[in-house]
């Protein structure tokens, strides 16, 4: 049986650690698309060094564990003098490698639109960049919101390296409560259950969003 006493005698940690998990998640999520988005157009640009800006960068921090660049911005930055405190340090990390999978997902949306759509939007005047934003974009995400939905619950799962970075988040807070109750198992129950209450809610959309989708299709 868990031991609920652990929960309701430490909620306040418990409480501060779900919000910085939140946070976290929220900022890096937001960041991680816009930067994906933009990598995605370099990937696809007829233009080699972009195309090669957006190659080189998504076969690097797609192929090196996210805690690597977490390390980096928090432990090698410092060495140079450049200080981040681990929440920040935490969310730049998790924005740079989500955006890597967010790229490609993307990207494979852009693909799958009709050629003949940005032939369509040229012809009628727009450049190349307007005719991207305008036209191509909200169409490729749009078929890619499934996926997406994907990486967004692997980015809050993937939040818990802050906690070894001193990020003050959800597992931060629960090594925290298990070295003072010298309990493990009931600790990072409830840790998980805590993860739970973001990641459900989130893959019920997901879930919702594709159905929907399909029927509009």
Known sequence: MLDFSILTENIDLYMDGFKRTLAVSLIALIASFFLGTLIAVF?????KFLNWIGTAYV???RNIPVLIIAFFFYFGLASI?????????????????TSAFIAEAIRAGILSVP???????????LTYNQA??????????????????????NLVKNSSILGVIAGMELMYQGDIISSRTFVTFDVYIFVAMFYLIITIPLSLGVGYLERHMAKSH
């Open 43 to 47: 990937r696809i640009s007829p233009f």
């Open 59 to 61: 076969e690097f921090f």
């Open 81 to 97: 003098g450049i200080d981040f405190d681990g929440f920040t340090a935490g969310t730049i990390a998790l924005a740079i490698y």
């Open 115 to 125: 050629k003949g759509q940005m032939e369509a939007a040229r012809s009628s005047g």
């Open 132 to 153: 991207m934003l305008l036209i191509i974009l909200p169409q490729a995400i749009k078929i890619v919101i499934p996926p997406l939905g994907n990486q967004f619950i």
